[in-house]
């Protein structure tokens, strides 16, 4: 469970690692688990219709853990992209999740976090899993956000791991309004995400400018289009939130 | 069976996948290992990551891979719509504008007999 070392350490408020992990697993049941979930329900009937046997779908899930990742293999793979092919169209997509994990890491590592943990809470690291951890552990004690994000995690994994495998399943059985919509379940809940995240000025200018340029960079550079729409609309954002911030504290 | 659908070449596949993807995520560990939480860099590498999501959901939804695509563009984008007027009616609330995105998504394909 937690790599954090010993579960039976008690910090200040008399909770040890284990009730943290344990608090992590309970809060992934909320809203954005459950879609995240039902989305894996989605990906699991894709699955099915692309002939894949059921326990490489639920080993996708749980070995490559993001979820526009596992839709570009399937993808590629249907579309006759070939082994090399589909394994590089999944490593670009996967560019995103680098400055995910800068992003989160600052916030979870506490003196006692080995570099084996952080490695696995990298690991854990995707959209639903990031956006739950910088929400939910900042306000927690430090030495207890390692073994929360664990919790959340693992319990994230586990419940898409199951859905994956219902959903691949149920692929025969379900009209296909359904499974369409299960398919429009992970972009809906990820553009609401961000929205509620996106506090700052600056950080509304770069999901604003992250939707309008992604469409536009894509005719002219396919393969790197979401990395240049990050670089770009992130680098706008944060310039705007500068000058916003000199204006409020000249 | 066609090659693509052999489980040993899937299983190739994925445990690829698993690797292309892990790389930046270990990337992310070796270039975090000496950032402040409150630095510039920080808040700029996070809003690049939201850029990044941001860019992803816009190629989800504008030019999806798999079933999604069998919705037309204009019913994902009016089901999109929908979505977010009840999620700003509600006061943010992320599961009305998920449910009723999701609703105006599958009555949509159901009408048109998709």
Not at chain 2, 16 to 21: A, I, K, M, P
Not at chain 2, 53 to 59: C, H, I, Y
Not at chain 2, 72 to 91: E, F, M, T
């Amino acid at each position: 469970m937690s790599a954090e070392g010993d579960l039976d350490v008690v910090d200040s408020a008399g909770r040890s690692d284990l009730d943290w992990a344990l608090k992590g697993a309970v809060a992934a049941v909320n809203t954005p688990g459950v879609v995240l979930f039902l989305s894996f329900l989605g990906f699991g009937a894709m699955t099915h219709d692309f002939g894949w046997p059921l326990w490489i779908a639920v080993l996708s899930t749980a070995l490559i853990w993001a979820a526009p990742a596992q839709v570009v293999l399937a993808g590629a793979l249907a579309n006759g992209a070939g082994l090399l092919g589909a394994a590089l169209a999944v490593t670009v997509s996967g560019v995103r999740l680098l400055p995910m994990v800068v992003a989160l890491l600052p916030v979870l590592r506490s003196e006692r976090t080995s570099l084996g943990a952080r490695l696995l809470a990298a690991h854990y690291v995707a959209v639903t899993a990031w956006f739950e951890g910088l929400r939910l552990t900042p306000t927690l004690p430090r030495t207890a956000r390692m073994p929360f994000f664990f919790g959340l995690a693992n319990a994230l994994v586990l419940g898409s791991s199951i859905t994956t495998a219902i959903g691949h399943a149920a692929a025969g059985v379900l009209p296909s309004a359904l499974s369409i919509g299960l398919l429009g379940l992970t972009p809906l809940y990820f553009l609401l995400s961000l929205e509620r995240g996106a506090k700052s000025l600056g950080e509304r200018v770069a999901l604003g400018l992250g939707l309008a340029l992604a469409p536009v960079i894509g005719l002219v550079a396919p393969a790197s289009d979401i990395l240049w729409t990050g670089v770009i609309g992130g680098t706008a954002g944060f310039l705007v939130q500068r000058v916003a911030d000199k204006r409020r504290r000249p | 069976m066609s090659p693509a659908l052999d489980p040993g070449y899937l299983l190739l596949a994925v445990v690829l996948s698993f690797v292309g993807n892990d790389l930046w995520r270990v990337l992310g560990v070796v270039l975090s290992a000496r950032l402040d939480e409150d630095s510039g860099l920080f808040a700029w590498v996070r809003m690049v990551a939201t850029a990044l999501v941001a860019g992803l959901v816009a190629k989800l939804i504008l030019a999806p891979a798999g079933g999604l695509a069998l919705a037309p563009l204009w019913l994902r984008l009016a089901a999109v719509g929908c979505g977010l007027a009840a999620y700003g009616v509600s006061r943010r609330s992320l599961t009305l504008g998920v449910a009723v995105g999701e609703a105006a998504l599958i009555a949509g394909v159901a009408a048109l007999g998709i």
